[in-house]
């Protein structure tokens, strides 16, 4: 797993299914197979059409999110459909 710090970038040797069931659901949220995002660096919700969506986070980073967790994404995050 690929983890993205303030400062730095760091390589862990961890399931991120097993990393997810030790961080606070309240502060980190499911977007993807291969993603989860702190709640509080999320800007915005954008469709790339066809059904992608991305995430886009403080500092211009985008993290795409899955059909399956959008419901969640969207209720979450409380971005309704539109797309910013």
Known sequence: VELHLAERCVLHRVALSRL???LDADCFLRVHRTALVRRNLVRGLRSLG???????????????VSERHLPEV???????????
């Open 20 to 22: 997810e069931e030790h």
């Open 50 to 64: 066809e059904g992608s969506y991305q995430l886009w986070l403080d500092g211009g980073d985008r993290v795409p």
């Open 74 to 84: 969207r209720a979450q995050l409380e971005l309704g459909t539109e797309a910013d």
